[in-house]
């Protein structure tokens, strides 16, 4: 059965950083193109990063100088890199590869 497991939310005040995971057994990030999304309260769930097996990686314009989303082959594992993180990036944020998705996990931006 394929998994994604994510790590690495929390709280952070304005201006901060974090570092989001997803890791999975087997090589189904080499195969298949990995995306991070949103979803905000109230809102729909909404494309932040993706990154095809050898494409450069494409962001949402509201993340562009940010985020960086970043994989590592040998560990099954793929990054998102949040800087100078802002109120409205608060959301639970989500890896998907194929039909499979994380489980989510909450980023909340807050002084």
């Known amino acids: 059965q394929v998994r994604l497991v994510e790590s690495g939310g929390g709280l952070v005040q304005p201006g901060g950083s974090l570092r989001l995971s997803c890791t999975t057994s087997?090589?189904?990030?080499?195969?298949?193109?990995v995306g991070w999304y949103r979803q905000a309260p109230g809102k729909e769930r909404e494309l932040v990063a993706r990154l095809g097996s050898g494409s450069a990686p494409n962001y949402a314009d509201f993340v562009k100088g940010r985020f960086a989303i970043s994989r590592n082959n040998a560990a099954n594992t793929v990054y998102l890199q949040m800087n100078n993180l802002q109120l409205e990036d608060t959301a639970i944020y989500y890896c998907?590869?194929?039909?499979?998705w994380g489980q989510g996990n909450q980023v909340t931006v807050s002084s």
């Open positions: 087997g090589s189904l990030f080499r195969v298949w193109p």
């Open positions: 998907n590869c194929h039909q499979y």
